[in-house]
């Protein structure tokens, strides 16, 4: 089992190299982790800096002692992969963000489609935002990672257009009985730079949405032959992608 994951904000030690874990993270590292002198944490600000360090000592309920020696970076993935993920109902947001995160997406981009149910306006807008970047980070954290994928502030379609032209591969998950989708098992794809893909609400994407996003370089693109809920198929597209490019190789 690799070294549990903790946030911080900085990696400021003492003279000695101790640094102390405290606040909310030291009190899950004390008083549910239960962590002992001698064994490995990893700190991280989140953002791909992070330090392997030994546990020296426990303090009270929220102080964990540790000894930190050096910082390293993360390198910045390659492709990088972005997902655009239409709003669920209920909780299936969350759900997306979780298990895209654990797989390995780098960021998620929450698109306001026209056939979405959901609709975040105003305070329910910023909340359900605030759950989606919580998950981000407490799923980057369970899955052991230092660079935890970025939640953007939710866009419209055009805003969405705009991202799709920008990337090196884009591409729509999208079939009906007028369109021949190509696989993305087969699909060529870029070994730098950003692939966006575009995953859209359970309705569909709407005819007039897709011939924005094809006017803007993006393609559409099936998984296979089943046809998957919006809160699993970025996951298993994102799975796809990462083994295509060689990142999980």
């Known amino acids: ?8 904000e900085h990696f400021d030690v003492d003279g000695g190299g101790r640094y ?14 239960r962590l002992q002198p001698g064994e490995e944490v990893v700190l991280t600000d989140g953002a791909g800096r992070y330090a392997v360090c030994d546990v020296i000592a426990a303090e009270g309920k929220d102080r964990l002692v540790v000894h930190l020696t050096s910082v390293s970076e993360e390198p910045e993935p ?3 992969i972005t997902v655009v993920q239409a709003l669920p109902k209920g909780d299936r947001g969350e759900l997306a963000v979780e298990t895209m995160t654990e797989v390995g997406v780098d960021a998620v981009v929450p698109w306001q489609a026209a056939r979405c149910i959901t609709q975040w306006r105003g305070e329910r807008g910023l909340k359900a935002l ?11 954290k369970q899955s052991r990672r230092v660079r935890f994928p970025e939640v953007a502030d939710a866009a419209s379609t055009k805003q969405v257009a705009a991202l799709l032209a920008k990337a090196d591969f884009a591409a729509v998950l999208h079939s009906d009985f007028e369109r021949g989708s190509e696989p993305l098992a087969t699909a060529e794809l870029p070994a730098e730079g950003e692939i966006v893909l575009v995953v859209g609400p359970e309705g569909g994407v709407a005819k007039d949405e897709l011939a924005l996003f094809e006017e803007a370089g993006a393609r559409a693109y099936v998984l296979g032959p089943t046809v998957l809920r919006t809160s699993t198929a970025g996951t298993a597209a994102t799975a796809l992608l990462l083994g295509r490019t060689g990142r999980w190789s």
């Open 20 to 33: 102390v874990l405290d606040g909310p993270e030291g009190r899950h590292a004390v008083s549910v982790k």
């Open 130 to 140: 605030g759950k989606w970047r919580a998950t981000a980070r407490e799923a980057g």
């Open 78 to 80: 390659a492709p990088r």
């Open 1 to 8: 089992m690799t070294a549990p994951v903790f946030v911080v």
